[in-house]
């Protein structure tokens, strides 16, 4: 099992940019298949990126592509998300998960953290 912390979001306005990060307990993180999620309120929980366990591969949700970025240091147990030319659309909580057999898409995932709050003023 992993335990999964969030950070870094806060209250910006439109145009903004914000990086979270996520860090993961456990000596086997890179073994783990990551991605980021979101959920507004009143909405399904939504995907927008995955990272392959090396960092070698990501995935992004059409939503996002061009303005988010996944990355990974496994020496740091740690995933990020760098989040450009931020939107009111974007506001939400965001949260990291993991899957221990190592995939990084839409479904599968087994381990969530807590989430933290990204609020994007207009």
């Known amino acids: 099992q992993v335990q999964l912390v969030e950070s870094g979001g806060g209250l910006v306005q439109a145009g903004g940019s914000l990086k979270l990060s996520c860090a993961a307990s456990g000596r086997t993180f890179s073994n783990y298949g990551l991605g980021w999620f979101r959920q507004a309120p009143g909405k399904e929980r939504e995907f927008l990126a995955g990272?392959?366990?090396?960092?070698?591969?990501?995935l992004y949700a059409d939503s996002v592509k061009g303005r988010f970025t996944i990355s990974r240091d496994n020496a740091k147990n740690m995933v990020y998300l760098q989040m450009n030319s931020l939107k009111p659309e974007d506001t939400a909580l965001y949260y990291c998960?993991?899957?221990?057999?190592?995939?990084?898409?839409?479904?599968?995932?087994?381990?969530w953290g807590q989430g933290t709050q990204v609020t994007v003023s207009s």
């Open positions: 998960a993991a899957d221990r057999s190592g995939r990084y898409g839409v479904n599968g995932m087994d381990y």
């Open positions: 990272i392959s366990r090396s960092g070698g591969s990501t």
